[in-house]
């Protein structure tokens, strides 16, 4: 099997798919085996999404707002009373604003809502696709998600600005995502993958977005013969450069609801409750140092 570890194993380049007529396309078995170990997978951005509005609204949406109506800035401030996560501060150099997918339409620009959408639906694709490559039986999807096709489980935005002025902070602490998938779109290199016991800044592959397999399927396939890992990650310290903005990145999540389980396959196929996805999130958060969110 063709290995993906290049330029003298100082960085890693991962496999790379596509969603095409609503299927998630591999170049090959290999390539789908090598992302279901790595976690993460480049995913081609399709002709008809322009990303160009997520990226200017994460170079905006901290900045003060110039009126009641301004939903480019002003998110620092807002409180967005109907969100359970909303914006944080965090203890790195990454400040963001999470919201989920029913309430992007009430608090976002237009512009900005019709890229998320149409990012959804490639982030359902592609979540669908991984059950595909996995085998997880069609019957059991909604069951585990939440209802992710009805857009019943938890989807949310994430918006990222990296204040790269503050220093002596990761840009964003190494962690795995909590739920299925994430993709994630940016505008400058610095993602980098824990392998085999060594951190791996990973190649930019233009034109693509990257994807991250997290908790919930690691959980979920642990101990079927096809298991997906649940990618360990990072930004490391970013340093200000002259003339050059700060790093933006913004994704699309997808897991399991709160008030629900994280689900397992034991080793005959059974599927059975493992956690409440809320309590694995809060030992999880204390575990990396952070308080979870109050409202949830």
């Given at each position: 099997?063709?290995?993906?570890?290049?330029?003298?194993?100082?960085?890693?380049?991962?496999?790379?798919?596509?969603?095409?007529?609503?299927?998630?396309?591999f170049?090959?078995?290999?390539?789908?085996?090598?992302?279901?170990?790595?976690?993460?997978?480049?995913?081609?951005?399709?002709?008809?999404?322009?990303?160009?509005?997520?990226?200017?609204?994460?170079?905006?949406?901290?900045?003060?707002?110039?009126?009641?109506?301004?939903?480019?800035?002003?998110?620092?401030?807002?409180?967005h009373?109907?969100?359970?996560?909303?914006?944080?501060?965090?203890?790195?150099?990454?400040?963001?604003?999470?919201?989920?997918?029913f309430?992007?339409?009430?608090?976002?620009?237009?512009?900005?809502?019709?890229?998320?959408?149409?990012?959804?639906?490639?982030?359902?694709?592609?979540?669908?696709?991984?059950?595909?490559?996995?085998?997880?039986p069609?019957?059991?999807?909604?069951?585990?998600?939440?209802?992710?096709?009805?857009?019943?489980g938890?989807?949310?935005?994430?918006?990222?600005?990296?204040?790269?002025?503050?220093s002596?902070?990761?840009?964003?602490?190494?962690?795995?995502?909590?739920?299925?998938?994430?993709?994630?779109?940016?505008?400058?290199?610095?993602?980098?993958?824990?392998?085999?016991?060594?951190?791996?800044?990973?190649?930019?592959?233009?034109?693509?977005?990257?994807?991250?397999?997290?908790?919930a399927?690691?959980?979920?396939?642990?101990?079927?013969?096809?298991?997906?890992?649940?990618?360990?990650?990072?930004?490391?310290?970013?340093?200000?450069?002259?003339?050059?903005?700060?790093?933006?990145?913004?994704?699309?999540?997808?897991?399991?609801?709160?008030?629900?389980?994280?689900?397992?396959?034991?080793?005959?196929?059974?599927?059975?409750?493992?956690?409440?996805?809320?309590?694995?999130?809060?030992?999880?958060?204390?575990?990396?140092?952070?308080?979870?969110?109050?409202?949830?």
């Open positions: 099997m063709t290995t993906h570890v290049v330029e003298e194993e100082t960085h890693l380049t991962l496999p790379a798919a596509a969603v095409e007529a609503g299927r998630l396309r170049a090959s078995a290999g390539d789908a085996d090598q992302a279901l170990r790595l976690g993460a997978f480049n995913l081609a951005v399709p002709e008809d999404l322009d990303v160009t509005a997520g990226l200017a609204f994460c170079r905006s949406f901290y900045k003060p707002a110039t009126d009641d109506h301004d939903r480019h800035h002003g998110h620092r401030e807002h409180g009373p109907d969100s359970k996560l909303g914006y944080e501060d965090r203890p790195d150099q990454v400040e963001q604003l999470q919201l989920e997918s309430l992007w339409q009430r608090y976002l620009p237009g512009e900005v809502t019709a890229t998320l959408r149409r990012m959804r639906e490639l982030t359902l694709d592609t979540l669908y696709g991984v059950f595909d490559a996995i085998g997880i069609e019957e059991d999807r909604e069951l585990v998600t939440g209802g992710a096709r009805e857009d019943k938890l989807c949310y935005t994430t918006v990222n600005h990296y204040r790269a002025g503050l002596d902070r990761a840009g964003i602490v190494e962690h795995s995502d909590s739920g299925f998938i994430t993709t994630i779109c940016t505008d400058q290199p610095g993602y980098e993958i824990l392998h085999e016991g060594r951190w791996l800044p990973v190649r930019e592959r233009a034109g693509h977005f990257t994807v991250n397999l997290g908790d399927f690691r959980v979920l396939t642990r101990k079927l013969p096809r298991p997906a890992t649940a990618v360990y990650h990072r930004v490391p310290e970013l340093r200000p450069d002259a003339g050059a903005p700060d790093r933006s990145s913004f994704t699309i999540y997808m897991g399991p609801r709160y008030d629900m389980s994280l689900y397992q396959y034991d080793t005959e196929g059974e599927l059975r409750e493992f956690q409440g996805f809320r309590e694995f999130s809060v030992e999880k958060a204390g575990k990396l140092g952070y308080e979870f969110h109050s409202r949830i």
